[in-house]
């Protein structure tokens, strides 16, 4: 078992055993951060009662995951280093969009900023070093690799992945019921589409009249 | 309902915070400084986590709509009402048509303006307050802005109280804050952990509500200062290849990739929050149970403040 099913397993033990005194955790690719209040659960204890359950992680069955397809539209405006990072790993940019679009992604956290989904399961073929020069601003929605990642930004902001394309799908949006779409443990697919159904799904996004597939 | 006039430079409604959210990249926000914004509630009748405003260096000014009760607290600031000078620390009863002005800061950043009955927004995951980079909570998710309205929820009217003088905050001066070293300790050479124990750091005018950045001597790393992202907690010191400190706050990034050397205890968090930039900070090492004990304390203190009753 890889170290981050671990990390998303003993998160999930320490939910469903509602330790006492565990206040949130936030996992990432190999920690977990357990807080705690210490005035209702003793240090010493707490450390021991989570070594066991991180034994026990390493063979607990966790729910299945939910799957997801996002429309993700590549092309040169939306993914202004499409051609740059084609260059860069030998590929054309249809092998590096057939690639990147083939493979099925699994969201490993939730962090840098709301929503912002780091995944694993890029081909090997497509790893490749972070920009040299991180972008000042990022539009919200930008698909884009980054060593052996793949990230969607989910609000303008800095980065220094490569862009490669754009979801018009919303990952946060704070005025939403559920202002988050993806969860640690999720499993995401992209279908590649062209400029004109991306401005069609943006659209119906907007009049809050689209949801992506989830299974 | 409380009419703004002049919101400040920024001014945003906090309540408690929004709990469990961290794991997906949303941040608690709530006050800076806890035991303030609590006192201020109390002074009001309010629950201590019931929404109040939190305003930074220079506070609203607000014209009041309907008879109210307010109390501000958190940084030494001027405060008149209808241009008669008013105590901080203190319930204050306001008739329709009275205008609160709260000035600047003296000592402290970070002030706090309660109403009886809380501020009345739409909670958003089961909290009211703001958190400014994800436009989230609070007033459509951003400070208060000329001419908003904040509706006050329903309340009776508190008893007239004020905070003792010793139980009130001393902000300015030099200051130490208590740290448990960790957790990337590791990363960085004896020399570098020696420089972060033994120097003073200056509070940079760059610092928010997401951290506090320091300036001083360089903390020397031992192996690059990069690490595999993980979370933040509330008070980390992380230091980038700058070797400069920053202490993260309420605000903070849920995970990052900076190595941390170690956290300030929470209860030491509204010290580092409430200084002003120039103001000197130094770092003191104390264990786990230490720390769990001063936090007892703290917590204890905060909790046996009697407010005195005011004659009317």
Redesign the interface.
Known sequence: MDVNTRVRAL?YLIDQKAVPGV???????????V?YD??IVD?DALCAQLATLAEQATTTAMPPARELELPCCYDGELGPDLEAAAKRLTLSVDELVRLHAGAEYLVY????????P?MTGAPERLTIPRLDTPRVKVPAGSVAIGGIQCCIY??DSPGGFWLLGRTPVRL?D?SAAE??LL??GDRVRFRRIERREFDDIAARVAAGDFRPVIR | MIGVVDPGPQTTVQDAGRAGQMRYGIPPSGPVDRASFVLANRLVGNHDGAAALEFTVMGPRLSVEAPCSIAVTGADVPLTVNDAPALAWTTLRLAAGDVVRVGAARAGVRGYVAFAGGIDVPPVLGSRATYLRGRMGGMHGRALARDDRLRLGAAPTPRRRVVPDAARPRWGGDIVLRVVLGPQTDRFTEAGVATFLDSTYEVLPQSDRMGARLNGPRIGHARGHDIISDGIALGAVQVPGDGQPIVLLVDRQSTGGYTKIATVCSFDVARVGQAKPGQRVRFAAVDIASAHRLLRDSNAALASVELQEIAS
């Open positions: 998160e206040v949130e955790t936030v996992p990432t690719y190999r920690a977990l951060l807080y210490p005035l240090y956290f939730i962090g840098f900023t709301p929503g912002l780091y989910s609000v946060y704070p202002p988050i969860r640690p």
